[in-house]
């Protein structure tokens, strides 16, 4: 049986995933031959990355899933314990990485370098964190939670609804911000 819960954790990780991708491939192509067009879709992609999965997804697994899973299989502590340490600096570390995208935009190519090579670990990192949670949080949820844990995480995973995994009811905003990145991003990555 696969809860919702569980569902929305992997389908929200597959919408993350696919705009971490995105967004490196943005980092690979570089802004050379449309600078005004390549930051605005790079602020709107870290937009995303920071209001959604900052703000609703990570904190439910870290007050709500981690815990659970901590209690019944002690040998997970020293993972969530990582797992929740990389949700606490989350925000800091999106927003770093706005501010040196800001810097490379308004103060030039000196900043450049710095941007890059701090984008190219963030997504490192961050695709490295899901990967963890879905081989090891998740297969241990599935083994130890009792129908109790799942009522109570279904329950709070179903508030989630990120517009962007094609689920749920369409948000304007999110619908303006996902066209803002499809229609001005180069192929392949969008339209544009």
């Known amino acids: 049986m696969v809860h919702e819960s569980i569902q929305?954790?992997?389908?929200?990780?597959?919408?993350?995933?696919?705009?971490?991708?995105?967004?490196?491939m943005m980092v690979e192509r570089g802004c050379d031959?449309?600078?005004?067009?390549?930051?605005?879709?790079?602020?709107?992609m870290l937009f995303y990355i920071d209001e959604f999965p900052e703000r609703l997804h990570h904190p439910k697994e870290s007050e709500l899933l981690f815990p659970r899973v901590a209690r019944l299989v002690p040998q997970t502590l020293e993972l969530i314990a990582r797992l929740d340490k990389d949700h606490a600096n989350g925000e800091s570390a999106v927003r770093e990485l706005q501010h040196l995208?800001?810097?490379?935009?308004?103060?030039?190519?000196?900043?450049?370098?710095?941007?890059e090579t701090a984008a190219k670990r963030y997504l490192a990192f961050y695709l490295e964190h899901m990967r963890l949670e879905e081989t090891v949080i998740l297969p241990a949820a599935l083994k130890v939670l009792n129908d109790a844990d799942w009522?109570?995480?279904?329950?709070?995973f179903a508030t989630n609804c990120d517009p962007l995994t094609g689920k749920y009811p369409r948000d304007p905003a999110y619908d303006r911000?996902?066209?803002?990145?499809?229609?001005?991003?180069?192929?392949?990555?969008?339209?544009?």
């Open 8 to 24: 929305i954790i992997r389908d929200e990780h597959t919408t993350l995933a696919a705009m971490l991708r995105s967004f490196g």
């Open 33 to 44: 031959d449309a600078p005004e067009t390549y930051f605005d879709v790079m602020r709107a």
């Open 101 to 115: 995208l800001l810097a490379w935009e308004l103060l030039g190519d000196s900043r450049r370098a710095s941007f």
């Open 151 to 156: 009522k109570d995480l279904d329950a709070a």
């Open 177 to 192: 911000l996902f066209t803002r990145i499809v229609t001005r991003a180069p192929a392949p990555i969008g339209l544009g």
